[in-house]
């Protein structure tokens, strides 16, 4: 069982940073691919951002790229987002998951909610304008 707890949400101006922060209950690293996940009131849970079991490789969603770093710290079983440019779309809970990743490529992210097996509660953020 992988427990999963998230920190670091909440406000944020427009144009600003933020990071958010995802504890594990498993060492790191370990056969587990992880994500960030987002989701608004009234919409579906949208992909925000992957990281490899080896962390060899990222990808992020379309609404994050190139304003996102997804990044592990294995001393501290963690793995944080940081995102620049926040925008008041970008308000949303935000969940970190993780992908039983047995088997897998060290380069294979997982970017589908169906391929994680465990999430963590979220975490609030909410950018003004």
């Known amino acids: 069982q992988v427990q999963l707890v998230e920190s670091g949400g909440g406000l944020v101006q427009a144009g600003g940073s933020l990071g958010v922060n995802c504890t594990t209950s498993?060492?790191?690293?370990?056969?587990?691919?992880m994500g960030w996940f987002r989701q608004a009131p009234g919409k579906e849970r949208e992909f925000v951002a992957a990281i490899s079991w080896a962390g060899l490789r990222t990808y992020y969603g379309d609404s994050f790229r190139d304003r996102a770093t997804i990044s592990r710290d294995d001393a501290k079983k963690a793995v944080d987002l940081h995102m620049d440019s926040l925008k008041p779309e970008d308000t949303a809970v935000y969940y970190c998951a993780a992908a039983d990743a047995r088997g897998w490529a060290p380069d294979r992210i997982a970017k589908f909610t169906s391929e994680y097996a465990y999430w963590g509660q979220g975490t609030q953020v909410t950018v003004s304008s």
């Open positions: 498993v060492r790191l690293p370990s056969n587990y691919a």
